[in-house]
């Protein structure tokens, strides 16, 4: 398609704006997390490292990001076990009630975090906590593993129908029992799905917050729950900032490394 | 001690009243065949005819809805794949991506937990027979159609399996490249003494490689013989339009040709142009010039449009001034095949 030269640049206009109203505020928490000044006056007058160590001098912080690792490899554990059956059952097998069940799996990540929320909080107290466990990192790690699975899920189902069957039946056909076929076979042309949906799934889980509202309980802090808490508090401003360029950092990174595994030429096999 | 097995019992795959639904769709519908040892036998048939669902259970990739498959005078119907000692040579390959050719050449062997320094030899010399020498490191992305095809033989090949199964292996590849791997499939097949069992729907290359052809028609194998049986005595109207092209007669038309009531089928080669008096008169309605041969449509007299095949041995006629003309065509008796008229008493084609 060619557009003339003046729609070239108003789409070009078009999209840097767009991406600086998406991303200048993010660069501005970064900078102001080095900023000298208290009250972040712009531009910063001196840049320091300051708040960064007192954030690391945090006990509250550092224990809420702990937790919020915690929870996030807990979230993932499940989401790569869970993501990866089902999407092997969706995939091999023809069952009454398959399409329902892709759908029931894709469905809580578009569902409102705040309906998720409430159910979970109301289903635990009324059935688990009957059993005598409260809320805390279970409940956290479980709220989370409902919308992570399903980036395992989706990943893990686009590899299984890029590959097909025939790979395996050849390896069945070489002399290869089940499980030989699934070590030397399958599980190496799912493994960077995997990586890349665990990856985005442990993401997604690390800065959530709106779930873990709800799941969280009393005295479990993760690190998005902990800045919130701490936002409006004056003097807490700074460290805040830190925290917040932490967790950006902590976000890119992943999703970066998962875009490349996912869609990186000769990650999957030739078709 | 195996030679004298195969001695002993030269049948090595008997299918018995072979059957295989696809819900309300019957694949495979009643089959009964024995193959040699040794043998390069051919599947033949259009897509649908059941012929790559019957190597798929002899593969053990599907299981049959009746009827038993037996390997070496051996029930193999409810083994599995791993279970049986035959092995495939898939239509698109199916080489593992993530692995080098020679991984993939010695996996059969490092499943089966042959040691490490047997296992590179025997790959190095199953690639050494398919011409691949030096391509171990590659990766299959990295290597051409032929190449790739060669990789697919030799990691069958190196397990030294008493079948080969071939489903259209040579399907994808180029016509110059498709000719010259019969030539080298039909001498590694000769040389290794393996049974080979070969999916086609191209009669010229069933023609050219098997000792034996079945044809497959709707699920049923409708012929079973040598190239030329097959090809000479065809019996059926389909095996003879299938098996290369004919001209089929019918009704009337039969009739005033051979003074006899019946189906007949001559071969287009066999029909020649003449100047004998008691031969059919017709009009070249076409002419198709092929480099070394010429066809000619002709409608005879008779009622009938027929494909006449010659030789450009010498300097062909010429060609346009032939059409419209009026010509006689004459066959030999012999080449006059009685064809039983039933249903699928087709067409010429």
């Known amino acids: ?271 | 001690m195996i030679t004298e097995i195969r001695y002993n019992r030269p049948m090595t795959v008997e299918l018995s009243g072979l059957r295989k639904t696809f819900g309300a769709v019957t694949a495979v519908d009643g089959i009964d065949l024995r193959i040699g040892d040794g043998e390069f036998f051919s599947m033949l048939g259009p897509s649908g005819s059941g012929k790559t669902t019957v190597l798929r259970l002899i593969a053990g990739f599907e299981l049959p809805t009746a009827g038993t498959v037996a390997l070496d005078g051996r029930d193999v119907t409810r083994l599995a794949p791993f279970e049986r000692d035959v092995n495939t040579v898939f239509q698109d390959y199916a080489l593992f991506p993530h692995l080098s050719v020679q991984e993939n050449v010695e996996y059969g062997l490092k499943v089966r937990k042959v040691a490490k320094r047997e296992r590179r030899d025997r790959a190095r010399e199953a690639l050494a027979k398919v011409r691949l020498e030096g391509f171990g490191a590659r990766k299959p992305s990295a290597m051409s159609g032929g190449q790739r095809q060669r990789v697919a033989l030799a990691r069958a090949l190196v397990n030294r399996p008493k079948v080969l199964l071939l489903d259209e292996p040579l399907g994808a590849l180029d016509r110059k490249l498709r000719e010259q791997m019969q030539v080298e499939l039909k001498a590694i097949q000769r040389d290794a003494g393996i049974t080979f069992v070969f999916v086609t729907h191209d009669q010229d290359e069933a023609l050219t490689m098997s000792d034996r052809v079945a044809v497959f028609d709707a699920g049923r194998i409708v012929q079973v013989g040598t190239p030329e049986a097959v090809y000479e005595r065809p019996v059926s109207a389909f095996v003879a339009g299938f098996v290369g092209s004919s001209n089929v007669f019918t009704g009337e038309t039969a009739k005033t040709l051979f003074k006899k009531t019946g189906t007949f089928s001559v071969r287009p080669e066999k029909i020649a142009f003449t100047d004998e008096a008691a031969a059919a008169p017709g009009t070249v309605a076409e002419v198709i010039y092929a480099g070394p041969v010429t066809r000619y449509v002709v409608d005879l007299d008779a009622g009938a449009r027929v494909v006449v095949v010659e030789q450009n041995s010498r300097t062909p006629r010429a060609l346009a001034g032939l059409r419209g003309q009026r010509v006689r065509l004459g066959w030999h008796e012999e080449h006059v095949i009685p064809l039983p008229s039933g249903k699928d008493s087709a067409h010429a084609s």
Not at chain 1, 89 to 96: K, P, S
Not at chain 1, 188 to 197: D, E, F, K, Q, W
Not at chain 1, 233 to 250: G, K
Request: proline share 6%; glycine share 8%.
């Open chain 1, 1 to 271: 398609m060619t557009l003339s030269p003046a729609a070239r640049w108003a789409l070009r206009a078009a999209m840097a704006l767009g991406l600086t109203f998406i991303y200048v505020p993010l660069l501005l928490v970064l900078v102001n997390s080095f900023n000298g000044d208290r009250t972040f006056a712009w531009p910063p007058h001196d840049l320091t490292t300051r708040w960064w160590a007192a954030a690391w001098a945090s006990d509250g912080a550092r224990q809420a990001l702990l937790t919020s690792v915690q929870a996030a490899l807990g979230a993932t554990a499940t989401a790569l076990l869970l993501g990866t059956l089902v999407a092997f059952a969706v995939h091999r097998f023809a069952f009454f009630g398959r399409d329902t069940l892709s759908l029931l799996i894709v469905l809580p990540i578009a569902l409102p975090g705040i309906v998720t929320g409430i159910a979970l909080d109301s289903a635990w107290r009324s059935v688990m906590g009957e059993l005598g466990i409260g809320k805390g990192l279970l409940s956290v790690v479980v709220g989370h593993a409902t919308f992570c699975v399903v980036t395992v899920y989706n990943n893990v189902l686009a590899r299984l129908r890029r590959t097909g069957t025939t790979l395996e039946e050849a390896s069945a056909d070489l002399g290869a029992r089940p499980w030989q076929t699934f070590r030397y076979v399958t599980f190496p042309l799912i493994r960077s799905a995997l990586l890349a949906g665990g990856l985005l799934a442990f993401a997604l889980s690390f800065d959530e917050i709106i779930v873990t509202t709800f799941t969280a309980g009393p005295g479990l802090t993760t690190l998005p729950l902990w800045i919130f808490t701490n936002l409006f508090r004056p003097n807490q401003a700074p460290v805040v900032n830190v925290v917040a360029a932490v967790l950006i950092i902590a976000s890119v990174i992943p999703v970066w490394v998962a875009q490349r595994l996912a869609f990186t030429p000769g990650s999957g096999p030739p078709r």
